[in-house]
């Protein structure tokens, strides 16, 4: 087990990457909060009846600093600290710049950006005196542009930024952080994306083609990847993004 006995928090739990973050950490070992909007109190009893230990579920606006505090306050009274934080909520929606207002730009700022300076700000000072490890799961859509979703692109290319930045500042500390960018994964959220489109299943086949692999990624690989930044086996690792695209940026 690699995460024997670590407290790790995972934002947006409840489904998707999150999920499966989530469940790989349980069966590794780890005590895992899972923070997230939605109720997933389903999701985290089923955790416990996998792992070890038993999984938590703390609803979570992670836009909301009063409620990031309390959710870290919650896990530090019961673990004493923590050791890792999974900053994976996440929300998307395909728009050019000119036909976005201002509060859905708001919003997903809010989410996705906002949400892993808070959880991280929170978090932080919980992970000082044993170290700890930040993961921020960005996207490959953070390192290249790609057309109509301009917010989102400007969201995950500032959580990788932000990654390096708090890299540099916490290093020192022991407290390494590092970025996850996946790719097009498999999940209900993307399903949801192409499900709004004219041809669903044309906008698929466009996804997969622009892949070297040719085909989407799964929320079970994006956890593997997860697990190792999480890990002692990435323990030189710091403001790294990890690419996990099937090749997308390749090209």
Known sequence: MRLRDKVAVVTGGQ????????????????????????NAAEEAASLSAIGANEAR?????????????????????????IDILVNNAGIEFYKPVTTTTEDEWDRLMRVNLKG???????????????????????????LVGEANVA???????GVVMLSKAMAIDHGPEGIRVNCLCPGPVSTKLLEEVFLASDDPERMRRSFEQRMV????????????????????????????NLVLDGGWTTR
């Open 15 to 38: 489904r998707g990457i999150g999920f499966a973050i989530a469940r790989k950490f349980t069966r590794e070992g780890a005590h895992v909060t899972i923070a997230d909007i939605g």
């Open 57 to 81: 579920f703390i609803k979570t606006d992670v836009g909301s600093e009063r409620d990031v505090k309390s959710m870290v306050d919650a896990v530090v009274a019961e673990h004493g600290r």
């Open 116 to 142: 892993v300076f808070l959880c991280s700000k929170a978090a932080i000072p919980a992970m000082r005196p044993s170290g700890g490890v930040i993961v921020n799961v960005a996207s490959e859509l953070g």
């Open 151 to 157: 917010a989102y692109c400007a969201s995950k290319g």
């Open 213 to 240: 692999l040719n085909r989407l990624g799964t929320p079970d690989e994006c956890a593997d990847a997860a697990l190792f930044l999480a890990s002692e086996e990435s323990s030189f690792m710091a403001g790294a």
